[in-house]
């Protein structure tokens, strides 16, 4: 094992340059020619559809079209495609090191071909399970970079964390998965070194290859993907002192712009040697009698490879300064969700009172209408998760629950209406972005009863108004348009399917800035949920958002003024890597 480990890193050494070249053109090809076919095929299903997008709300009618039930599945065959092709010009870039460029591309012809044939059948359902198997793990050792920015969606996530038994649930499930992923990682290298094995046959013989008597040859894969990080970080505090020399008052426009260039590259590179330092690791340990490569001479690289490398560079270098020239973290706004949530248990006076004194400039909480036409401040209709009994505020009197003891991480409050919570809002100054939860029980005349209620406390102005029922959103726009309100969508592909409302609140699974940009020049504004790591918070301050909704106000507080104060360049790396 170690030997192989050694050879993969004397490889990677020696033909640095020829793999960053090549990989480098194969991933500028994949993720614009090859996204470009995805997103051009989901938009013609979409358009078949008749839907403008793909949301949590017209999911099932999407699914309910006969003609989207046949193009998903070429969706998913064209998606798997080019992940085979990927991988399988990957394992020739590695064969075929110092060789002319062409021939990495060869036979392009014989491989489609040998595609359809080892995924015909049950084989194709078996490759779409090992790419779900590989969900957890995509941001360690090799992934595709289709899939890179893969995830399980937070709002999925975050709903089993509020519980015990659905946190141990998605943690069980999580591990599964890494098992099983492992227990088939030399699927793929097997199905590129055309062994003529169906596809499932390829998972049969990778279980065989990482039984417990074999399972250390991974341990390799881990030691080479840990050599290749520490070289790179390396190379990074190399940059950053450079950096800081050059630019030592940490203002000029142009280093800061080089500098991001040279982050974007360190990451870029970073990720490429990983990726084939571990394809070249599994297919040494399939073929460990393959002879050791002998070093190559000094050879002069195609002009051709290295002028597209430097075109790339400069776009990046156009996109990072106007990036450093745009960015103004002050503009955007910090709403606290369902109050600070970390000082008292979520939609409670404390945590209200705790998000004012923390900075927020909304809060963001959430009402239910009971059985008597009050509206009571809670994010379940169902109150067992706070207060241990069953009891739902849609089927219950406003008498019944207000005092109501509720307990959550070691805090405990008291249910209250929402003119209570508005009440206090006001002596505390503090705005609200209200969520209406409709439980499917309410009278007809609900979104009246609401506005009247706002008119009632006089905040119709002052608050915004929001909801992942969007027929409810609309008939308030409607009813008063001087309201600003918002449409919750915790899942969006495409464009946004309304124009109704007067901003989205965008689930961060779901956020791509091309997206909020578009949303921009419409005049609508976008707000992002649930934004809570240093990492992201750091990200979405300086993107085109209008506010961020989080768990830890204050944090996103300081990580404005660490932006605007500690801006140095290890600062900046170090933020970049959720390091700090």
Request: with cysteine; charged share 20%; net charge positive.
């Amino acid at each position: 094992m170690l030997q192989t480990v050694k050879d993969v890193l004397r490889d990677l050494y020696w033909y640095k340059y020829t793999y960053i070249l090549r990989a480098a053109i194969l991933q500028f090809l994949l993720t614009t020619v090859g996204a470009y076919l995805l997103s051009l095929l989901f938009r013609f299903i979409l358009v078949n559809s008749g839907l403008p997008g793909l949301t949590a709300d017209n999911v099932f009618t999407f699914f309910a079209n006969p003609l989207t039930l046949i193009l998903m599945p070429v969706y998913l065959l064209l998606l798997a495609f080019l992940i085979y092709v990927e991988f399988s010009v990957l394992a020739q870039i590695i064969t075929v090191k110092e060789g002319e460029f062409r021939s990495v591309f060869a036979g392009v012809k014989e491989k489609t071909r040998y595609f359809f044939r080892i995924v015909s059948g049950w084989n194709f359902l078996a490759f779409v399970l090992y790419l779900l198997l590989s969900l957890p793990i995509l941001s360690f050792f090799y992934s595709s970079f289709l899939l890179e920015n893969l995830y399980i969606p937070k709002f999925i996530s975050g709903e089993l964390f509020k519980t015990s038994s659905g946190t141990y649930l998605y943690y069980a499930v999580n591990a599964l998965f890494i098992y099983l992923y492992f227990r088939f990682i030399y699927t793929l290298p097997l199905t590129v070194t055309y062994n003529q094995q169906s596809f499932i046959q390829n998972m049969k013989r990778s279980w065989q290859l990482t039984k417990i008597s074999k399972i250390k040859n991974l341990g390799g894969l881990v030691l080479v993907n840990l050599a290749l990080a520490g070289s790179l970080l390396l190379l990074s505090l190399l940059g950053i002192g450079a950096a800081a020399m050059l630019d030592r008052s940490q203002e000029n426009l142009l280093i800061e712009s080089l500098f991001l260039t040279f982050v974007w590259g360190f990451l870029f590179t970073g990720s490429l040697f990983m990726k084939v330092g571990s394809l070249a690791y599994l297919l040494s340990s399939l073929n460990p009698e393959k002879e050791t490569s002998i070093r190559p001479p000094l050879k002069r690289h195609s002009l051709f490879l290295f002028l597209l490398m430097i075109v790339i560079g400069c776009l990046v270098y156009v996109y990072n300064s106007g990036r450093v020239a745009g960015a103004d973290p002050n503009k955007i706004q910090i709403l606290a969700h369902r109050g600070y949530v970390n000082k008292g248990v979520e939609n409670s006076l404390e945590a209200l009172r705790a998000a004012a004194k923390a900075g927020a400039d909304y809060v963001e909480m959430d009402i239910i209408m009971t059985k008597d036409r009050e509206f009571m401040v809670s994010h379940d209709d169902n109150l067992k998760r706070l207060t241990g009994k069953n009891i739902a505020i849609s089927e219950s009197k406003a008498a019944d629950l207000i005092g109501l003891k509720i307990k959550q991480n070691g805090f405990s409050s008291r249910l209250v209406t929402f003119s209570t919570y508005v009440e206090e809002a006001k002596k505390l100054g503090i705005k609200l972005l209200v969520e209406l939860k409709p439980s499917g029980k309410e009278p007809a005349d609900y979104e009246e009863l609401f506005l009247a209620r706002l008119q009632e406390l006089g905040v119709s102005q002052d608050y915004k108004v929001m909801s992942m029922n969007l027929p409810t959103m609309e008939r308030i726009e409607t009813l008063n348009p001087a309201i600003e309100t918002g449409y919750v969508i915790p899942l969006q592909l495409g464009q946004f399917t309304t124009q109704a409302v007067d901003f989205y609140a965008l689930e961060e699974f779901s956020y791509r800035e091309a997206l909020a940009r578009s949303a921009k020049k419409e005049g609508k504004e976008v707000y992002v949920w649930t934004i809570n790591s240093e990492n992201e918070i750091d990200s979405y301050l300086q993107s085109s958002v209008t506010g961020i909704i989080t768990d830890y106000p204050e944090l996103v507080r300081k990580e404005k003024q660490r932006i605007a104060n500690e801006d140095s360049y290890v600062a900046y790396l170090l933020r970049l890597l959720n390091l700090s």
